[in-house]
């Protein structure tokens, strides 16, 4: 499969725990970005990485979310002790190009459910 | 301020019938892109279509037809002869991660 692959599909967690969500780009694709779609809402863009580098994180909550994309291995998104208000699903896309006018092509996200 | 407006929040129509989907986009840019996404029930995000702020001709796919009108910075999107499949969420995008709020498509057989 050479889209984009995250997982879990599905992630439950009690308030206070860490949730870790994985996003593996397209073959070929160095970009990668993160969205997070509440019930009934659209998508709303947390953060933009590269290889090794954060471009732009203006949508990231200051607190307790963090994301990684290391030269090795898949992005990251982590969000520590976990609230009620967490709870959405998370998309990823990737894209080839270092700008926001290349198509992004999404997973299938990570629906985070906070008991 | 850049923004994407998507002011149809649901839309519903009967199998067979013509329906658009409207956007504007408000950006100081001169040049620009713009984007369809439809998600359907099933959730996943499917890359529908890219124009350029330049090319005003119409886009057609099939039952698909995308209108650009640079004056009015709207970017329509109509489907012909709706079938229930076409059920879904669409989002009009724009350039820096801009989202529209979605407009929720509902085909009755």
């Known amino acids: 499969n050479a889209g984009v692959m995250q997982n879990p599909r599905h992630l439950v967690r009690r308030r206070g725990q860490e949730a870790r969500l994985r996003c593996s780009p397209m073959?070929?694709?160095?970009?990668v970005y993160w969205y997070r779609q509440l019930p009934e809402e659209g998508l709303k863009f947390m953060v933009y990485?590269?290889?090794?580098?954060?471009?732009?994180e203006s949508g990231m909550p200051k607190e307790r979310f963090s994301a990684e994309f290391p030269k090795e291995g898949p992005s990251i998104l982590r969000i520590q002790q976990v609230v009620r208000g967490d709870s959405a699903a998370y998309f990823c896309?990737?894209?080839?190009?270092?700008?926001?006018?290349?198509?992004?092509?999404f997973g299938d996200g990570t629906r985070l459910s906070i008991l | 301020a850049q923004k994407v407006t998507q002011a149809q929040t649901e839309i519903s129509v009967v199998e067979k019938e013509d329906v658009t989907l409207d956007c504007v986009y408000e950006?100081?840019?001169?040049?620009?892109?713009l984007f369809w996404y439809k998600q359907p029930p099933s959730g996943e995000l499917v890359f529908l279509i890219r124009?350029?702020?330049?090319d005003e001709q119409n886009e057609i796919s099939g039952r698909y037809s995308w209108n650009f009108q640079k004056s009015t910075s709207s970017f329509n999107f109509t489907i012909t002869a709706s079938q229930v499949v076409d059920s879904a969420v669409y989002f009009c995008?724009?350039?820096?991660?801009?989202w529209g709020a979605g407009t929720k498509l509902i085909i009755k057989p």
């Open positions: 995008a724009g350039a820096r991660f801009l």
């Open positions: 896309a990737s894209s080839p190009a270092s700008n926001s006018n290349q198509p992004q092509h």
């Open positions: 990485l590269q290889k090794e580098n954060i471009i732009d």
């Open positions: 950006t100081r840019d001169t040049t620009y892109y």
């Open positions: 073959k070929g694709h160095s970009h």
């Open positions: 124009r350029n702020s330049f």
